[in-house]
Every structure is written in structure tokens, then in C-alpha cells.
């Protein structure tokens, strides 16, 4: 029997929907249950449990130490938050990139154990093979171009990718490729916006731009740099919606003022 006041989850057709209906699509990560739920609250649409969580939240250089285990860990408290969004779980550096059967052992994993609706995997053309292995046995693939961190010290920094001609030509290839390898949706991460667009134009699923511009079909934002928790952290193509890291020490340093003066906790405070 179907309730019709019950949520309805965004699936993969639904995010291909959008594409054709010209609906953008509103995506953050996520990391814990309260953030999740705050998401899914506002309405984003999908909610990307990143491998970033080895940046901003274990505190590490880059996102290479991030372990299947701890996505797993991550992703059940955000599925606790979360009523309507899709969850995709980024898988992280060495989960899948040895072989497609190790890649679909893994990505089985995060779906067996989670709520997860899909998995996220960087690469272009290199890991066709295993997104056809994923999706052919039916775990969605959102595929990542671009600038991608797993392989940042091949590339030696976070500057911009596909700025020369022969990259941006890989790049639509690789769009092209991951398209038909069965990916439902692919990130692109900061490339010209023009090169943007024409990857946009050129594959039939949507493209979920973080620094790639205007000429995408979704927004995608790592949920503490738009929070504004990160100070030292201010790329141009990170809009900070708040100071949260202001907010939050004007907070703290209030409370010790508080408790060491004993105006904190007060009559009303106290039982
Ligand atoms: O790990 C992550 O947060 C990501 C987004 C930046 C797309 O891959």
C-alpha cells in the first residue's frame, strides 16, 4: 500500500530527469548526521559522503590516508539524517583503482552496508572498465574529471585542470567514455567554465560542477569551505554562505569567559 505523504528518494533517474527538465541539481558533502539532516532539510538533492573527510575532518594533507572502513563509519551516521536526498559514497585511493573485481568487492561493501544510493569514483577513460563492471551489476557510478585529488601528487597541486588543449580534448573524451561505461552523472572539478559547458553539451547525463562555473547541471560544495569553517581555505570558486568559524569561537571564547567568571551556569541553569 503506497502513502503518498511519504518522502520520496531522489534516484539516478531522477538526477537524469533534471538534466532533461533543466533542474539544477543542488549538492553538498556531508560527513555526520546532524550536518545530513540539515542538508536534506534544506532540500539538497544529493548528498556526497567525500573522501574530503580526510581534509576537513581527520585533518589531513591530502585525501590519500582516507580508508573504505572509514567511509563506511561516515556514511551510517549520514544515512541517519537523511530522508530524501541521494547518499553517494565516494569510494576512496586504492578501493577501486587495482582492478574492477577489487573495485565491485569494495563498492558491494558500501552498498551492503550502508543506505547508500551510488558510489563516486575519480578517473577518466583509466576506469571505464570498472565503471561498466559497477553499474552492469548495478551500483551506480558517479563519475569525477577534472581536478582530482586522489591523484594530486601526480599532478603537483590543486591548480586548474584542462587549460591547455590536448587535456580539455581528454577531458569531453573521458565525459564522453564514462557516459557510455554507464556513469549516471559525472563531478567536473575546477576546469574553465567553457570547457565546462562544452562537456555539459556533448554527454546526456548531468554534470555536477565544483569550480567549473555557470554552465553545468548541478552545484556541488565541500559543506565546511561554504560554511566558511576553513579561514585559511578561500579558493575563488568557494562562496562562503556564512562565518561559521566566527560564529563559532566568538562562542567558545564566551563560554570560558563564562565559566571561569561563574556567570555561567546561572539560576535557571541549574536544577
Ligand atoms: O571528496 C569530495 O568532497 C569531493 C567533492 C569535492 C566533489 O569529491
Redesign the pocket.
Given at each position: 500500500m503506497s502513502n503518498t505523504s511519504e518522502i520520496r528518494r531522489v534516484t539516478t533517474r531522477r538526477i537524469i530527469e533534471m538534466k532533461k527538465a533543466k533542474e539544477k541539481v543542488a549538492a553538498l558533502?556531508a560527513y555526520d548526521f546532524l550536518i545530513a539532516r540539515l542538508c536534506d532539510r534544506a532540500g539538497i538533492d544529493l548528498v556526497?559522503v567525500?573522501?574530503?573527510v580526510g581534509n576537513v575532518f581527520q585533518g589531513h594533507e591530502t585525501?590519500l590516508p582516507v580508508t573504505l572502513d572509514d567511509m563506511i563509519y561516515h556514511t551510517k551516521a549520514v544515512q541517519c539524517g537523511v530522508k530524501r536526498a541521494m547518499i553517494v559514497v565516494?569510494m576512496p585511493f586504492m578501493s577501486y583503482q587495482t582492478n574492477p573485481d577489487e573495485a565491485f568487492r569494495n563498492a558491494g561493501r558500501i552498498m551492503k552496508e550502508t543506505d547508500a544510493g551510488a558510489v563516486?569514483l575519480e578517473g577518466g577513460e583509466i576506469i571505464a572498465e570498472t565503471v561498466a563492471k559497477l553499474t552492469a551489476n548495478g551500483i551506480p557510478v558517479l563519475a569525477?574529471i577534472g581536478l582530482t585529488?586522489q591523484s594530486i601528487h601526480r599532478f603537483g597541486g590543486y591548480q586548474p585542470r584542462g587549460r591547455d588543449k590536448e587535456e580539455a580534448a581528454q577531458l569531453i573524451k573521458d565525459a564522453k567514455i564514462l557516459e557510455e561505461a554507464g556513469a549516471f552523472a559525472i563531478?567536473i572539478?575546477k576546469i574553465p567554465a567553457l570547457l565546462a559547458k562544452k562537456i555539459t553539451q556533448s554527454v546526456n547525463v548531468p554534470t555536477i560542477g565544483?569550480g567549473a562555473g555557470k554552465y553545468v547541471d548541478g552545484q556541488?560544495l565541500?559543506v565546511y569551505d561554504m560554511l566558511g569553517l576553513l579561514e585559511e581555505f578561500n579558493p575563488r570558486f568557494v562562496r562562503k554562505y556564512l562565518n561559521l568559524s566566527q560564529t563559532i569561537n566568538d562562542a567558545f571564547t564566551k563560554y570560558v569567559k563564562d565559566t571561569k567568571s561563574g556567570e555561567f551556569p546561572n539560576e535557571k541553569e541549574s536544577y
Amino acid at each position: 500500500m503506497s502513502n503518498t505523504s511519504e518522502i520520496r528518494r531522489v534516484t539516478t533517474r531522477r538526477i537524469i530527469e533534471m538534466k532533461k527538465a533543466k533542474e539544477k541539481v543542488a549538492a553538498l558533502t556531508a560527513y555526520d548526521f546532524l550536518i545530513a539532516r540539515l542538508c536534506d532539510r534544506a532540500g539538497i538533492d544529493l548528498v556526497l559522503v567525500g573522501d574530503s573527510v580526510g581534509n576537513v575532518f581527520q585533518g589531513h594533507e591530502t585525501t590519500l590516508p582516507v580508508t573504505l572502513d572509514d567511509m563506511i563509519y561516515h556514511t551510517k551516521a549520514v544515512q541517519c539524517g537523511v530522508k530524501r536526498a541521494m547518499i553517494v559514497v565516494d569510494m576512496p585511493f586504492m578501493s577501486y583503482q587495482t582492478n574492477p573485481d577489487e573495485a565491485f568487492r569494495n563498492a558491494g561493501r558500501i552498498m551492503k552496508e550502508t543506505d547508500a544510493g551510488a558510489v563516486k569514483l575519480e578517473g577518466g577513460e583509466i576506469i571505464a572498465e570498472t565503471v561498466a563492471k559497477l553499474t552492469a551489476n548495478g551500483i551506480p557510478v558517479l563519475a569525477h574529471i577534472g581536478l582530482t585529488p586522489q591523484s594530486i601528487h601526480r599532478f603537483g597541486g590543486y591548480q586548474p585542470r584542462g587549460r591547455d588543449k590536448e587535456e580539455a580534448a581528454q577531458l569531453i573524451k573521458d565525459a564522453k567514455i564514462l557516459e557510455e561505461a554507464g556513469a549516471f552523472a559525472i563531478v567536473i572539478e575546477k576546469i574553465p567554465a567553457l570547457l565546462a559547458k562544452k562537456i555539459t553539451q556533448s554527454v546526456n547525463v548531468p554534470t555536477i560542477g565544483i569550480g567549473a562555473g555557470k554552465y553545468v547541471d548541478g552545484q556541488i560544495l565541500v559543506v565546511y569551505d561554504m560554511l566558511g569553517l576553513l579561514e585559511e581555505f578561500n579558493p575563488r570558486f568557494v562562496r562562503k554562505y556564512l562565518n561559521l568559524s566566527q560564529t563559532i569561537n566568538d562562542a567558545f571564547t564566551k563560554y570560558v569567559k563564562d565559566t571561569k567568571s561563574g556567570e555561567f551556569p546561572n539560576e535557571k541553569e541549574s536544577y
